[in-house]
């Protein structure tokens, strides 16, 4: 029988799909045991039990100086600063992007422009944007609206460009104006692309996030990771990593399940 | 009571003459099916009757007064595909027209207006037989029961003028044979005049009460771009099909004939040999 | 007048008391003395710090006297060094993989900050050596990645501060060759202020140096509240009040004001001003057009003034450091 | 009429289009004369002279150190990393995609775990990879392949995934093996989405370079623009951005002619 | 000569039994029109003689042997979309098979083969009337010129069995009266047995040799998870239509013919009076 034909029971199904994370755990375990047995002290890839203190302390013991759960707060300060960061890209992306999409002359003026604002290596203009945001939340939280909101703007736009035709000139004849027709045709349409185009940019967001908390901050996912990368304290490191991949992904399931929830005509074959 | 005049229209696009020099007198209460090879310009023309593109050359009158430049609620129109709104229900689709028409800022009802435009809108959903698919998404039913639907939500808005093309191309015989009665029967009840553009010209000669043909009068290649259609054939259907009246060849209750019967049987007869397509 | 301040600074050992002065009501301490109110802001990249005070979205911010002079006062903002909190001995080194002397670099691609305190040192190392930039070639690498860096095969010479120094020599096969100690009082921190913002508001001196002198005080202090800040300000840092206590060990601390005001005002600090613009001059940065080191004038106190006397961006000033030490603040 | 019906002519639609371009530079201007006016030497917004000045010294005076054009060194450098980065990610989004895309074995065993490999953000691994890579140009590279492959790769299984059945069922029909289906049918048929994902990682890919080569190197556009930041160049900085962001669109611009070029059944209507 | 035997199959998809002890001798040379309403599971049953799914239970077989497992090239598929490549051109598309068949390792054809295999393409394309459209993508034809080439390109590997899942649905009825000639024709020519899933009865009575309809014996809605549909109907076509010869209904030159007529009269009658969608 030919590969692609082949069929997969689901408990073979599970078990394959747990092999590779396996085998990578194993890795690890494998080539941390080979450098600690060369070097005792060695700090890049620490053992489990090393990996365990160090979780403990970061999330499960309160910072003596503060008496806060460093892991906590980090966690906190930085999911605050990707929501808004998020939050306003997305609100953004909704308002320019339908008004883009729908109207030729905003489409004519903006559509260009944005194309090249995302083109834009956003890393490049920190320091100017530190300058003019300052260095307080503003600034993080403009970089990752930078870093997302064009691209977002882009698919949006698109997505309304892509509405058939047909669609708006119904609408017409059921008497809508430009705004109900944006309230009415367009806006509930796009809603799910949103969603869609923001689980898209967790990725950046969080590239976004961790590089402007690099730069200043006092706490913070990216922050600690910076802070104890002098140290090369891989034993933090590590588990703040696994930590952030786990809320991405978290985040990009919730996402998506949201959007089945909320506009469940989406779903529908065809539909689209 | 709703007379199309269409004055010397042409249509140009950039070099490509799509339309010459057309003249059509459409009376109140016509249905006008339009017929004529692919690409002659029958969306075109249905295009500038629905406001959508404008006349390069001429003018439409809608009862002696210049179309205004726009689609607009007088109009109603059905297309092949993607006449109605995907995130919306049966009865959403149906209630849209009623409910932007009345609500300018939120385009929706609410409290007791809501619910006598609900019961409007399913008195309409039931007389085009969709009566128990209210609560379903457009995905959710089949073509015949798509156009259907996006019939009755074009009527809500008790259009003077109707637009519809290919309206039915896209379904299956039989789904169409049904959909054909009940467009009859809508024409009949209600007062409007009805555009159709259809390759089928059987479904040409079973609903219309006059077929107007488009064509390129010269089709020679090199003269393809210099030249545009007009009307070539103009044909009214005998004996005359009067909106609201039985015809000898319309049955009353045309549900219960069987398909294979009313494919056999074309309800209109003409009375000139057809050669169109 | 203006009565907000903003203090940026970053983490490094010398200027961690700002961090801890700030989280324990010190700053607001002496700010509510004299009726200001000063923000202290932390920043993770030490270059960024700098570069908003030369744009000047802050009036003051830690650096050592070599970027001082590179940064702002290149960059046309006349700055004043409020405080000379400590000198680097120790805390900057050039390290190898293997063992060897300082001479066995030659020839080595060497990891080092480019244009930063570390490119000071390794062109002070080569030069105690007899040898030139020419024969290394260097290799700009960032400062957190460092001790990752110094264990790829790649890497056979690094010049790096700390932690990260202590991190490396801790590894098996680092050998140090050559330390900040051996060059000292040369690479300096500083607290700065933009010249005119002090002008008009000496308040604004005086509440630095009175926080600065307090926090010292008390972490140098062999006390229990000295071990507790300690331990805070290596937290903080990212390490421990061990590890922290060791990075202080390689720093000259001036915790008291008077040892401040007798390195401000002795004629080594003109030598070294010198011997920091003749590097920056080699390497451009005070100017692309620059015509001589001379362009940027550098003012001392007792008015000694290296280059160009009309043209004063760098001020090195004791007032501020004289009054802590009259107990006149 | 409505606003969403409005038709433009094609010269208001030019003239609108540069709108936006003439504005950011009106402002640049004018803020840029503002703050020279308080500080003749700030250096965060020089005047146009002074960048003129910058781009001659940088791309058209010899670096009286090393003797080379530095502007273009670097621009060869960043490019090459870039060409090499973008190449292997592309070549391993075509092999791993399509063998994930098309056979169940293989897309139970990979598929979680690419997804999940693409939720990790690549910069906080920096450490580990320049520990296991070295820090040469591998280690750049590697970390552009790391930060954009996975993106890539899921990209195209799922378009080998929304190829209809029946095609694949045609191929068999007409004698096809496995292997047959992915050179004939499959590959032939996703080589334009390739094109297509490659364009969306040019932005990623350039934000990936830009980190590689402000962690370590000693050429290349984010090594220059992150090692003038230390003296505030931004009369370096501002031309670098816009020659980056300028080569990300002529990118983006050419692999898109090419894609229509080299598959014109791709662009024809109907056909995807 | 191909005969196809469908012993006892049951067809489950977990808990929903779709087919139900089916069976049905197919004769060779045969013509079956396979009609049922919607979600009966005629497709599926199109699927496994494909070999694209296995019965849960009984067997199918192929001149007594048991079906492989998988599809290959001695039964060919149309389907009523996505039956051609549309990276391929016309010449490209038709050429495929033997390609693959003869190249197990590039897939491609060469020189002289090339050519020779290019000539028979041509011929192929030529027979089902796409002579001209050789070097057009499939997204350049019209559906019915995609349904010839889709047909044309099946047919190079002359299957033993031609399977079509509603191969003309899509289709204005005018071109389909067209492609119907064209099937019959090709039927006639080739030694083949066809299988052909419609909702069409008119096209069913048109083509067919034998008409068998699939439908649920049971049709309460708590009924429909258990039961699956079996054969409701099996009717032949009278008088028989046999391949290559002419019935007395089926015309020679039939393109010559007009559409209209061509509704009008169905070419084959039966002898029972079909009832059944
Ligand atoms: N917006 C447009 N710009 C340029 N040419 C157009 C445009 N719309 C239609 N045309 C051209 O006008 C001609 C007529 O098109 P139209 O869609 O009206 O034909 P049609 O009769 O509806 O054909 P069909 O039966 O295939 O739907 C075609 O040649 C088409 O290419
Ligand atoms: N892969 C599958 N998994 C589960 N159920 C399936 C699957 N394929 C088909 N079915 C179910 O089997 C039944 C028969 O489907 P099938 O597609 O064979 O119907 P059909 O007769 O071809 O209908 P239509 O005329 O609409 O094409 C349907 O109820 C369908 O939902
Ligand atoms: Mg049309
Ligand atoms: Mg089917």
Redesign the pocket.
């Known amino acids: 029988m030919r590969l692609i034909n082949q069929r997969l029971s689901p408990g073979a199904g599970a078990v394959l799909k747990t092999l590779p994370f396996v085998a990578l755990v194993l890795a690890y375990l494998l080539g941390s045991a080979l450098r600690l047995a060369e070097n005792p002290n060695d700090k890049l890839l620490p053992a489990l039990t090393t990996l365990a203190d160090a979780i403990d302390r970061m999330a499960f013991t309160a910072d003596p100086r503060s008496g806060a759960y460093l892991f906590w707060t980090d966690t906190l300060a930085s999911l605050g600063r990707l929501a808004a960061g998020l939050g306003l890209a997305t609100l953004i992306a909704l308002l320019v992007g339908m008004a883009v999409g729908m109207l030729p002359v905003l489409r004519a003026l903006l559509a260009p422009f944005i194309g090249f604002v995302s083109m834009v290596p956003p890393l490049a203009l920190l320091p100017v944007l530190f300058i003019v945001m300052g260095l307080g939340e503003t600034s993080k939280i403009t970089l990752i609206v930078i870093g997302v909101a064009p691209i977002m703007v882009r698919d949006l736009a698109q997505k309304v460009l892509d509405l058939p035709r047909e669609q708006i000139v119904k609408a017409e004849t059921l008497s809508a104006s430009t705004w109900l027709i944006g309230l009415r045709v367009v806006l509930p349409q796009v809603l799910p692309r949103l969603l869609t185009a923001l689980r898209l940019q967790l990725g950046p967001a969080f590239l976004f996030l961790i590089a402007a908390e690099a730069i200043s901050a006092d706490s913070g996912l990216g922050y600690r990771i910076f802070l104890v990368r002098r140290y090369l304290s891989m034993d933090v490191i590590f588990p703040y990593v696994a930590w952030i991949t786990l809320l991405a992904a978290l985040a990009d399931y919730g996402l998506d399940r949201l959007r089945r929830k909320l506009f469940p005509w989406s779903e529908l074959e065809g539909a689209r | 009571m709703t007379a199309l005049s269409i004055e010397n229209v042409w249509k140009e696009?950039?070099d490509?003459i799509?339309l010459e020099n057309l003249t059509l007198e459409i009376a109140p209460r016509s249905f006008v099916a339009l017929v004529?090879p692919?690409?002659?310009?029958?969306?075109?023309l249905l295009r500038m009757l629905l406001g959508q593109e404008q006349p390069t050359r001429g003018r439409i009158l809608l009862d002696g007064t210049p179309l205004p430049p726009e689609p607009g609620p007088d109009r109603g129109v059905v297309y092949q595909r993607y006449s109605v709104f995907p995130h919306l229900t049966v009865l959403g689709n149906v209630m849209l027209g009623p409910e932007l028409q009345a609500n300018r800022l939120t385009g929706r009802s609410f409290g007791a207006a809501r619910r006598a435009l609900a019961d409007q809108a399913r008195e309409m959903i039931a007389a085009v037989g969709l009566a128990g698919a209210e609560a379903k998404y457009p995905a959710q039913l089949s073509g015949g029961m798509q156009q259907r639907l996006a019939l009755a939500q074009a009527l809500m808005m008790k259009p003077r003028v109707l637009l519809l093309d290919?309206p039915f191309g896209a379904l299956d015989p039989g789904i169409r044979t049904e959909i054909h009665h009940l467009m009859k029967r809508l024409w009949n009840e209600l007062p409007m005049t009805v555009v159709m553009?259809t390759?089928d010209l059987r479904e040409a000669f079973t609903l219309g009460t006059r077929i107007v043909a488009l064509d390129r009068t010269r089709s020679r290649p090199e003269e393809l771009l210099r030249y545009g259609a007009t009307v070539t054939k103009d044909i009214a259907i005998w004996p005359p099909r009067v909106a609201g009246r039985a015809t000898l060849y319309d049955t009353e209750h045309p549900q219960a004939q069987d398909d294979l019967t009313a494919f056999a049987s074309p309800a209109g007869t003409t009375r000139q040999t057809p050669s169109l397509i | 007048p203006k009565t907000d301040f903003k203090v940026a600074w970053s983490i490094y050992v010398g200027w961690m008391p700002w961090g801890y002065a700030s989280d324990t009501g010190i700053v607001k301490k002496w700010a509510d003395k004299y009726g200001l109110t000063i923000e202290v802001t932390q920043f993770n990249d030490y270059v960024e710090s700098i570069n908003q005070y030369t744009a000047g979205s802050y009036d003051a911010v830690t650096l050592t006297n070599m970027d001082g002079l590179s940064i702002p006062a290149a960059g046309g903002v006349d700055t004043t060094a409020v405080i000379v909190g400590d000198f680097s001995a120790g805390n900057d080194a050039v390290l190898l993989k293997g063992p060897g002397t300082l001479a066995d670099i030659k020839g080595r691609d060497v990891n080092l900050v480019e244009f930063s305190v570390s490119h000071y040192l390794l062109a002070r190392a080569l030069d105690s050596v007899g040898m030139t930039e020419q024969d290394v070639k260097v290799i700009n690498t960032a400062d957190p990645d460092m001790v990752g860096a110094f264990q790829t095969p790649d890497v056979t010479a690094m010049v790096t501060w700390n932690p990260m120094v202590a991190e490396i020599a801790a590894l098996p096969d680092a050998t140090k060759v050559f330390d900040s100690a051996q060059i000292p009082g040369e690479i300096i921190d500083l607290m700065v202020a933009n010249t005119e913002v002090l002008a008009d508001n000496p308040d604004f001196g005086k509440a630095l140096a009175g926080i600065w002198y307090e926090t010292a005080t008390l972490m140098t202090a062999d006390t229990p509240e000295g071990a507790a800040a300690r331990a805070a300000m290596g937290a903080a840092s990212g390490t421990d009040q061990a590890g922290f206590e060791s990075q202080m060990a390689a720093t000259k601390l001036f915790d008291k004001p008077g040892d401040a005001v007798a390195f401000t005002t002795s004629p080594d600090l003109p030598k070294t001003m010198d011997l920091v613009r003749g590097f920056l001059f080699d390497k451009g940065l005070l100017g692309s057009g620059a015509p001589s080191a001379d362009v940027i004038g550098i003012e001392m106190p007792g008015g000694v003034v290296l280059g160009d006397a009309a043209n004063i961006k760098l001020r090195f000033s004791d007032t501020y450091m004289k009054l802590a030490a009259d107990g006149a603040l």
């Not at chain 2, 692919?38 to 075109?44: A, Y």
């Open positions: 696009y950039g490509q799509v004529g692919s690409g002659c310009g029958k969306t075109t290919e553009v390759h």
